[in-house]
């Protein structure tokens, strides 16, 4: 089992940044590729980028040079620093932790882009 806990969220203006944390528990966490997925309202959740276990990211083409996914396996922690965020970007941000055949979710942290 892992828990995970997002936090960071919020409301910021077009062109504006945030980051993202979400704090992973439980064991062999640093075994399992750590990710970001959002849902905006009425929409499917959508992958958004994920790390691996030894460090690769990958990103959606959506979000390609302006978000950064890192991770730090000393404090079982992920991170999504998000810059030149536009009003498309609103949505509630989950993380996620995988190794097949095992998946967990966080609860969701609020992303709101407004002026």
């Known amino acids: 089992q892992v828990q995970l806990m997002e936090s960071g969220g919020g409301l910021v ?6 980051k993202l944390s979400c704090a992973a ?3 062999a966490v640093g075994g399992y590729n750590l990710g970001w997925y959002r849902q905006a309202p009425g929409k499917q959740r959508e ?5 691996t276990s030894r460090g690769r990211p990958n990103y959606a083409d959506s979000v390609k040079g302006r978000f950064t996914i890192s991770r730090d396996n000393a404090d079982n922690t992920v991170y999504l620093q998000m810059n030149s965020l536009k009003p498309e970007d609103t949505a509630v941000y989950y993380c996620n932790a995988n190794l097949f055949p095992s998946q967990f979710w966080g609860q969701g942290t609020q992303v709101t882009v407004s002026s």
């Open 13 to 18: 203006q077009p062109g504006g940044s945030l």
């Open 47 to 51: 992958w958004v980028a994920t790390i």
């Open 25 to 27: 528990s439980g064991s």
